[in-house]
């Protein structure tokens, strides 16, 4: 067991959480501008090249992985496997296939037309809207190469029991009149779907590394500049004053602040990383980050040309409700993460 905690550690650090490259990224401060990492300009330096670094190497690293496994799925091949089961099972399916799509709120919505064209139950298209820009490989490890292990795996956990949850209620309630009525009339084509080649699939891997990278590339500086700020010149009393442990509504700050954002959780992690270090609790983290990545503004003026006002309100309605919840929930338990 100590051998295999040694080996976990090593992998940890060096791979996840890149120390080699912190080191790296150290000396240059140090050596080449003549900062102290500890002062505030070199603090802020090392943390902007550190982890904009390693956040673009994870990335590709990742993003080619999984493109490499939703290459198996591509949407007329879940259209199929999502037709054939109803209820809670399917629920569960469309939130399990949202994990391998690496895709925004916004890029997933036309995936989620395409479903609801093809006729599948409104419940399932919705769990896998909630699921797909929430939650996927590439952010749990991600996610695990900022906060640790449980957080991460926790972050998954909850965010597909959300989706679950609201594609459930969605479906309860019958809402499918709510949808717009040229949704229903596109044509969805049954069309066969032709197996890639091992060369083509690498191909389209590669595709969707560049594809990803050029889409996400400035909300990632964005948000390790955010980051870095918060980390190396907010004062420590204004963060606990609007966000700390003290404020009883600090989650619901943190999910209505984060709503009118648009990132995708590879944007939203060096704001986060930097608010966890100032000591803010992981429950208000989560619910920010719950927030910029399923309830973007964006994403919901993108939504409400596909359905109706009620529909549209329902949605936001039940996950925001879910994300505050999780976020109390978080930061009641926070000692299991200790």
């Not at 919705?126 to 926790?154: E, H, N, R, T």
């Not at 500049?225 to 609007?242: D, R, V």
């Not at 209505?256 to 060096?270: E, R």
């Not at 399923?294 to 994403?299: E, G, I, K, T, V």
Request: positive net charge; aromatic residues 10%; contains cysteine.
């Amino acid at each position: 067991m100590n051998i295999l905690a040694l080996i976990f550690g090593w992998l940890n650090d060096q791979i996840l959480k890149m120390t080699w490259l912190s080191e790296l990224v150290r000396l240059l401060v140090e050596k080449v501008f003549r900062l102290s990492v500890n002062g505030r300009l070199g603090g802020s330096i090392h943390f902007f090249i550190y982890d904009t670094i390693k956040i673009f190497i994870l990335l590709s690293l990742l993003i080619f992985v999984i493109s490499y496994i939703q290459s198996y799925f591509p949407p007329e091949r879940t259209k199929k496997i999502l037709g054939r089961i109803r209820g809670i099972k399917g629920n569960i399916l469309g939130a399990l296939l949202g994990t391998i799509t690496p895709f925004c709120s916004c890029s997933s919505i036309p995936i989620f037309i395409g479903f609801t064209s093809a006729g599948l139950p409104l419940g399932v298209t919705f769990s896998f809207l909630i699921s797909s820009p929430l939650v996927d490989l590439a952010s749990l490890l991600l996610l695990m190469s900022f906060f640790g292990a449980k957080i991460a795996i926790a972050y998954v956990v909850v965010g597909l029991i959300l989706a679950v949850i609201g594609g459930t209620l969605i479906d309860k309630l019958g809402l499918e009149k709510y949808v717009e009525g040229y949704v229903r009339e596109i044509e969805s084509v049954d069309a066969e779907v032709p197996e890639m080649t091992r060369r083509e699939r690498i191909s389209y891997s590669k595709e969707q590394v560049r594809d990803i990278i050029k889409r996400v590339w400035l909300y990632v500086l964005i948000g390790v500049g955010i980051g870095a700020a918060i980390h190396n010149w907010l004062p420590q009393s204004i963060i606990e004053n609007i966000i700390g442990n003290n404020n009883p509504f600090a989650v619901l700050i943190a999910t209505i602040v984060g709503i009118p954002m648009y990132a995708d959780i590879f944007g939203t992690l060096p704001i986060a990383e930097a608010l966890f270090a100032k000591g803010v609790d992981v429950g208000t983290i989560v619910s920010f980050m719950m927030a910029v990545t399923a309830l973007s503004l964006p994403s919901i003026i993108m939504l409400s040309k596909v359905v109706k006002p009620k529909l549209l309100a329902i949605f936001v309605s039940i996950v925001s409700a879910g994300i505050i919840i999780i976020g109390y929930l978080f930061n009641a338990f926070s000692y299991i993460f200790v």
